[in-house]
C-alpha cells in the first residue's frame, strides 16, 4: 500500500490538383461538338460519374475523420486482452511487459485530455488492472500473502485527495493529498493507513512520491511513477468520494 497507482493536433493533407479540376473537365468535355448533341440523360449521367469519382478520391485522402476515434478503441481492447492474462502484472514476462508499454505509449500519444488534474474524469474509483510496481504486486511473497482480490484506487481532483482500498484479503486503506506539480503532475503525501479496514494508524509526512496522468478518458487511466511504474486503471464508480 505503499504506492499510490493513480493513474491532436488538426492533420493537413495537400489535394492533389486533380481533385479540384474534375467539375471543370466535366463541362469543357461536354461543351465539346461530340457531346453536343447527346441526350441530357446521358450528360447528367457523365455528371454524376464525375462527381462520385471525384467524392471517392476526396474520401481516400480523409480517412483520418472516420477512422480515429476506431483507432483509439481499437488501442483500448488491444490494451485490455494484452492485460487480462496478467493477473494484474504478477504474471507478465519481460515481453510482456513491452507489449503492454508499447500500447499503452501509443494511446498516450493521442491522449485528448491535456490537463487531466482539472478534467471532472478523473473523478471516482478506478480498479487497477495492471501495474509494473512492485511493492503493489509483492511477487517475492507467496501467492496467500499478495492481495488477490480487486484493488482500488480513488480521487478526486477537487479537493485533491487519493485512496488506495485493497480488498481480499487484507481489506487495507491509505489516504493521501495530492499535491499537484503540473497539469498533469502530482505529489503523493500519504497520511493515514486503515488497517483491515478497522485499525486506523497516522503516518503523515511518510509515503511520498510523484505520479504523472499520461492518459485520461470515461473509461481508463494510465498514469506513470516517478521510478518509472506503469499503472493503468478502468473506472469503477465515477460518484465515489474520497473521505477528506
Known sequence: MATLCLSSSSSSVKIPSFIHSFPANANQLLRRPLFSNLSVNYERRLQQVVESLKWRTMVSFFPFFSTKR???????????????????????????????DQIASKLEAVNKVKEPLKSSLLNGKWELLYTTSQSILQTKRPKFLRANGKIYQAVNADTLRAQNIETWP???????????????????????????????????????????????????????????????????????????
Do not use: C, H
Not at 483500448?76 to 507478465?92: N, S, T
Open 170 to 244: 487484507f481489506f487495507n486503506q491509505a489516504t493521501a493529498n495530492l499535491v499537484p506539480l503540473n497539469a498533469r503532475r502530482v505529489a503523493v503525501k500519504f497520511d493515514a493507513l486503515k488497517i483491515a479496514g478497522l485499525i486506523p494508524i497516522k503516518i503523515r509526512g511518510s509515503g511520498r512520491g510523484q505520479l504523472e496522468i499520461t492518459y485520461l478518458d470515461e473509461e481508463l487511466r494510465i498514469s506513470r511513477g516517478n521510478q518509472g511504474n506503469l499503472f493503468i486503471l478502468r473506472m469503477s464508480d465515477p460518484s465515489y468520494r474520497v473521505p477528506v
Open 70 to 100: 476506431e483507432d483509439t478503441e481499437s488501442l483500448k481492447l488491444e490494451l485490455f486482452e494484452a492485460i487480462a492474462p496478467l493477473d494484474r502484472g504478477a504474471e507478465a514476462t519481460p515481453e510482456d511487459q513491452k507489449r503492454v
